[in-house]
């Protein structure tokens, strides 16, 4: 794999975990010991105390995750565009081959 697309897979893999996090730390009954979110003095207060933190933090784990998603996209087409380049260099040498056999030495 290149780098490119363990770079690009990495941040598809990041948005899924940020877009996680965002839905399940501010489900009721979470436990705010061992679920996902930000574990803090304050968060870790109280239950009122981590939801009122999450559901403010909420918006922001959603733009990373849009953000983390986009790069992971760019990342994986630039992984992409490699293959399709050799692709297309194979193509054309074999259409060169192929012009220069059908019109002869």
Known sequence: MSDWA???SFFVLLAGFLAWTARHS???GVDI???PGVRVP???ASEQA???AHLRARPFFLAGAAV???AGAV???RAALGAVTAVLAIGAARG???ARAATGP
């Open 42 to 44: 304050a968060t870790l």
């Open 50 to 52: 981590w939801h009122a």
């Open 96 to 98: 060169i081959s192929a």
């Open 75 to 77: 990342f994986l087409a």
């Open 33 to 35: 010991r061992t679920g």
């Open 26 to 28: 501010v489900r009721p």
């Open 6 to 8: 363990a770079a690009g």
């Open 68 to 70: 983390a998603l986009v």
